[in-house]
């Protein structure tokens, strides 16, 4: 059975930074890959990051390219999310979520297999 559950969410203001992070059991977070959506109130889920089990790529949206970095630990089978500079628009329930094999599509919610929860990431002052 497969677990994901995040952690690190919480209130920030603008500019600030926090780290997300995702334990998973159950699958392997370094041969497939991992991403990370978030949901804003009244808006659909939508794809904010994912590494591959390939040479660890990265991948971003448009939306936190160069604010937010995506990165596992393999012994500790987890992923993280570091979030910096963050904007009121960055408020969001942050989701992590996992493939249940290696696909070549990581921006499809549909694609992902497991969830988690979710952590609240609110930026305010």
């Known amino acids: 059975q497969v677990h994901l559950v995040e952690s690190g969410g919480g209130l920030v203001r603008p500019g600030g930074s926090l780290r997300l992070s995702c334990a998973v059991s159950?699958?392997?977070?370094?041969?497939?890959?991992m991403g990370w959506f978030r949901q804003a109130p009244g808006k659909e889920r939508e794809f904010a990051a994912a590494?591959?089990?390939?040479?660890?790529?990265?991948y971003y949206a448009d939306s936190v390219k160069g604010r937010f970095t995506i990165s596992r630990d393999n012994v500790k089978n987890t992923v993280f999310l570091q979030m910096d500079s963050l904007k009121p628009e960055h408020t969001a329930v942050y989701y992590c979520?996992?493939?249940?094999?290696?696909?070549?599509?990581?921006?499809?919610?549909?694609?992902?297999?497991?969830w988690g929860q979710g952590t609240q990431v609110t930026v305010s002052s």
């Open positions: 159950g699958v392997t977070v370094s041969n497939r890959f």
């Open positions: 979520a996992a493939q249940s094999d290696r696909r070549s599509d990581y921006i499809q919610a549909t694609t992902y297999a497991s």
């Open positions: 590494i591959s089990w390939i040479a660890s790529r990265r």
